[in-house]
Structures are given as structure tokens and as C-alpha cells.
């Protein structure tokens, strides 16, 4: 079974700095990737995801990823943060079954809290 | 373009009660998954939902079930409730059921289920 891991269930940065959000991957077999983000009393919103067609994918609201399979991570950064960006944040493997259909596997999540 | 709605949005039950969670897709999409998310941990995979059939599930036991209508919504029903269920409950639409695991899940903000 495919599984993440995210380091860090708490990040802490000030306001303009550079947010680093780390998550590592197990899959037997090349992995799509998602980045979720969770606003407080809300659902869960992409961010971005990897479908192998780049290695370094962008996303919404400044953020992107890189893709590295020799270090098995999908970390999500973001140059300089912003009071908005504080959430929780979810790193997501999709399971693909034979026959059709998907499911995510997610990761624990990191709260990311941004300090002025 | 509404996005996919769940209902009710937060709900109190007692153990042993049973509970029906309700969850509108997203104009245009036809699959239908439910995901389990307790306090400070990622979302868990229930199951899946195509052509009112339940396509995949999770690591959930029989008290789950679940049931798609013909225009694609979907119900999560809970038996015996007990108070490890109580969480938030997310409904996620997609379009298709091929075999590519890049579909994108598009998530409601949840019911929250408080069990007492």
C-alpha cells in the first residue's frame, strides 16, 4: 500500500520568510501527488499535484513543489509567507485500483502558523 | 458553479444511535468517495461511489454503508454509533472512474459528527 509521511505536524514562520513543508512517499509504482490545504471549518482545497508530466509543479497562491524520486519527497515551499497562508496542510498519494477508480491516501498533516 | 455540498453541517448523537450524512457532487461529476477525518489526524478513505455502486472501501466495518442515487448524490449512513466515530465526515466528487489515478477530488466542508 502506498503511504506519505509528513515531518512536522506544527511549522512555524514570520511573515515573508520562506515556509518549507515536508512529505516523503512510499509507492511501488510512480505516484500522483496532491498538496491540500484546510482553512479552518472547511473542506479540503488543492493546492497542486504531480501527474509525472514535470518535476517542479506550481500551484495556487505562490506555492509549487518538486518532485524528487531518489529522495522519495514532495516538499511543498512557498517564498515568502503571508498572514493567509496559516492553515493545515495535507500531502496526498493517490492509490490507483486495478479495474478504475482512485483513493487518497493522506498524510497526518502540518499546521502551519505564520507569525508577524 | 456550486462545488459539492454536504449536509447537515454539524450534528449531535448518543452511542448506539445511527446517523445519515447527505452530499451533493459538484455539477458535472459523477463520482462520489467519503472520507473519515478525527480530530488532528488526515482524512481516511470510507469508500467510493459509480454508477450506485460502491466500488471501493476503506478499512471501515459494515456499520458504514453508503448508497448513490441515480443523479449522482450520495448518503453515508452510520449504525451503532460509537464514540470513536465521532469526526469529520467529508464527501470528495470526481469526474470518471477510469484508471487514472490524477482525477482530481473536489471536497465538501464536512459534517461534523459529535457522538456523546
Known amino acids: 500500500a502506498q503511504s506519505v509521511t509528513q515531518l512536522g505536524s506544527h511549522v512555524s514562520v514570520s511573515e515573508g520568510a520562506l515556509v518549507l513543508l515536508r512529505c516523503n512517499y512510499s509507492?511501488?509504482?510512480?505516484?500522483?501527488l496532491f498538496w491540500y490545504v484546510q482553512y479552518p471549518n472547511q473542506g479540503l482545497q488543492l493546492l497542486l499535484k504531480?501527474?509525472?508530466?514535470?518535476?517542479l509543479v506550481k500551484g495556487i497562491n505562490g506555492f509549487e513543489a518538486e518532485f524528487k524520486k531518489s529522495e522519495t519527497s514532495f516538499h511543498l515551499t512557498k517564498p515568502s509567507a503571508h498572514m493567509s497562508d496559516a492553515a493545515e496542510y495535507f500531502c496526498?498519494?493517490?492509490?490507483?485500483?486495478?479495474?478504475?477508480?482512485?483513493?487518497?491516501?493522506f498524510g497526518t498533516g502540518t499546521q502551519l502558523k505564520v507569525e508577524l | 458553479d456550486a462545488g459539492v455540498t454536504q449536509s447537515p453541517t454539524h450534528l449531535i448523537k448518543t452511542r448506539g444511535q445511527q446517523v445519515t450524512l447527505r452530499c451533493s457532487p459538484k455539477?458535472?461529476?459523477?463520482?462520489v468517495s467519503w472520507y473519515q477525518q478525527a480530530l488532528g489526524q488526515g482524512p481516511q478513505f470510507i469508500f467510493q461511489y459509480y454508477e450506485e455502486e460502491e466500488r471501493q472501501r476503506g478499512n471501515f466495518p459494515d456499520r458504514f454503508s453508503g448508497h448513490q442515487f441515480p443523479n449522482y448524490s450520495s448518503e453515508l449512513n452510520v449504525n451503532a454509533l460509537l464514540l470513536g466515530d465521532s469526526a469529520l465526515y467529508l464527501c470528495a466528487s470526481s469526474f470518471g472512474y477510469g484508471n487514472s489515478g490524477a482525477n482530481v477530488l473536489t471536497f465538501g466542508a464536512g459534517s461534523r459528527l459529535t457522538v456523546l
Open positions: 455539477s458535472g461529476h459523477d463520482t
Open positions: 496526498a498519494v493517490s492509490d490507483v485500483v486495478t479495474g478504475g477508480g482512485n483513493k487518497l491516501t
Open positions: 504531480y501527474t509525472s508530466a514535470a518535476t
Open positions: 509507492s511501488s509504482v510512480p505516484p500522483y
